[in-house]
């Protein structure tokens, strides 16, 4: 089964808003079981918002997420320089397949 | 403190195999779903396999079907991925993570062991 759809890059500068989108179909992304990761170079994932919209303790709330149909999206408000790292969307799958992965989406805080 | 330590990664040649372990500290192991996860060089984060909190649910990855065991001792607080006949495309950082309990996401990660297949 393909990957979820994420644009490869996004930019932002010091103190705005971005957003990554992350398609899929009615079969995973349309479920309300959409996690969002951080990742830095060399370092393991960090959950950043999980069930489609909530934040684990300790994440920052300038991270939200949110979905339309069967996109998703993650957006980080008040860009930082540490919030430059890979993002990825990662939901569940009626298929046999389960668990779904996007392509990464990098970020740039210019 | 929740801490997933993997081990058994190193260099193998195409066909051969490899056990990775997953050892679970700081946490009640037996109450979560498992996962492996995997990241080739460059590339995307790649799920490979899931197991229940009781090991009596599995699913894997179509590119490991076949060639990939998850198992889990619950007693020794401890996750396994059995690798076989490995193909030079498995070569990738394999992560073992903790699922959350009634919610889709992964909360811990371990910091990966390194799986090289070279011809």
């Known amino acids: 089964q393909s990957a979820l759809t994420q644009p490869a890059s996004v930019s932002g500068s010091p103190g705005q808003s971005i957003t990554i989108s992350c398609a899929g179909t009615?079969?995973?992304?349309?479920?309300?079981?959409v996690s969002w990761y951080q990742q830095h170079p060399g370092k393991a994932p960090k959950l950043m918002i999980y069930d489609v919209n909530n934040r684990p303790s300790g994440v920052s709330n300038r991270f939200s997420g949110s979905k339309s149909g069967n996109t998703a999206s993650l957006t980080i408000s008040g860009l930082q320089a540490e919030d430059e790292a890979d993002y990825y969307c990662?939901?569940?799958?009626?298929?046999?397949?389960?668990?779904?992965f996007g392509g990464g989406t990098k970020l740039t805080v210019l | 403190e929740v801490q997933l330590a993997e081990s058994g990664g190193g260099l193998v040649q195409p066909g051969g195999s490899l056990r990775l372990s997953c050892a679970v500290s700081?946490?009640?192991?037996?109450?979560?779903?498992m996962y492996w996860v995997r990241q080739a060089p460059g590339k995307g984060l790649e799920w490979v396999s899931y197991i229940s909190s009781s090991g009596s649910t599995i699913y894997y990855a179509d590119s490991v079907t076949g060639r990939f065991t998850i198992s889990r001792d619950n007693a020794k607080n401890s996750l396994y991925l059995q690798m076989n006949s490995l193909r030079v495309e498995d070569t990738a950082v394999y992560y073992c993570a903790r699922g959350l309990i009634a919610a889709w996401g992964l909360d811990v990660w371990g910091q990966g062991t390194t799986v090289t297949v070279f011809s």
């Open positions: 700081g946490i009640t192991f037996d109450s979560h779903e």
């Open positions: 009615s079969s995973d992304v349309g479920y309300n079981y």
């Open positions: 990662s939901s569940y799958t009626s298929s046999s397949t389960l668990v779904l």
